[in-house]
């Protein structure tokens, strides 16, 4: 799939910045910068949307994601008030940068001159940046309705800063509400998968009237054992989560032809991934799964196949 000269290399990364009208020597080396984070994070991501998206998007989806993970951060570092003053201070620099449309921080010019380019970006920032509280605020889930409105008032505007940028113009109302049922599922999944690791932290993120509705209490969790019940209570997470992603299919015929094979890519991980959950329920209660590399390597190249026909077509 290319050299380092190739689609995804050093060649491809000029040319695309080249496609998206990044012409400034220092925005591109900033763009560069951010583009490396984004690889050091999330190094399949970067290479997968190195691959499948058109050149002219590939600069505006690293600058949204490498906005989106310094914002989430911030938001994770610290005690609770070192985390909200930071949070606090970046969201006036970011909406200041926005309303001057200019900064003296290096790592939000490729965010303004993305939004520049593509203004339906300025609202989604704007969008996600007053959701932070939602997740600085976060106590953990008493009902099913409460972990609905922590994904309306934080999950899906953080996922709107980079799918804002792969959706089809004009009226996105369907896209926004096929884009909502699938990070229901992602989100849903994501609190399965990490279920060890959120509770290392202190953060029980399942909510407590489904953990009573199957008859688990948060020790059980933590002792780590598969008892029935608490297998039960993981596989009805999972069949939850395989509905909505099957229902939020959909979001790849919304999409422009150019982005759908980054788009089955995301859905394909996420498939991936809960294909190796239920592989074993049980070891979720230690570690999360990870989806088998060649599925990975194979659902890559064939999307990369479909883009390359995209293109050329």
């Known amino acids: 799939m290319g050299t380092a000269e190739g689609r995804d290399g050093v060649g491809g990364w000029e040319r695309a910045l080249d496609a998206a009208g990044v012409r400034e020597p220092a925005l591109r080396e900033a763009y ?23 050149p002219a998007t590939l600069p505006h989806v690293i600058a949204a994601t490498a906005f989106m993970h310094r914002t989430d951060d911030l938001l994770d570092s610290g005690p609770p008030a070192t985390r909200r003053a930071a949070a606090d201070r970046w969201r006036a620099e970011v909406a200041a940068a926005l309303d001057d449309g200019r900064t003296g921080r290096p790592e939000l010019r490729p965010l303004l001159n993305s939004v ?4 339906e970006l300025r609202g989604r920032v704007l969008d996600f940046l007053a959701a932070a509280d939602a997740d600085l605020d976060f106590a953990g889930f008493a009902t099913e309705a409460d972990y609905q409105d922590y994904l309306d008032g934080y999950s899906l505007p953080g996922f709107m800063v980079v799918a804002a940028l792969l959706g089809p113009d004009g009226d996105q109302r369907a896209y926004l509400a096929a884009c909502r049922t699938f990070i229901d599922s992602c989100q849903r999944l994501d609190f399965v998968n990490d279920l060890a690791e959120d509770l290392a932290d202190d953060r029980l993120t399942l909510p407590r009237q489904t953990l009573a509705e199957h008859g688990v209490t948060r020790a059980d969790l933590e002792r780590a054992e598969a008892t029935p019940a608490v297998r039960a209570l993981l596989g009805a997470l999972l069949d939850r989560a395989d509905r909505d992603r099957a229902a939020g299919r959909e979001l790849v015929g919304l999409v422009a032809p150019a982005h759908r094979p980054m788009v089955r890519c995301l859905v394909g991980v996420e498939q991936l991934t809960a294909t190796a959950a239920r592989a074993d329920p049980g070891a979720l209660l230690r570690r999360p799964a990870v989806p088998a590399k060649p599925a990975l390597l194979r659902l890559l190249a064939r999307e990369y196949l479909r883009a390359r026909r995209v293109r050329r077509g």
Do not use: D, M, S, T
């Not at 560069?32 to 949307?49: D, H, I, N, S």
């Not at 520049?116 to 203004?119: M, W």
């Open 116 to 119: 520049e380019a593509r203004p």
């Open 32 to 54: 560069g910068r951010q583009r490396a984070e984004v690889a050091a994070y999330k190094r399949e991501v970067a290479l997968a949307a190195g691959l499948l998206l058109p």
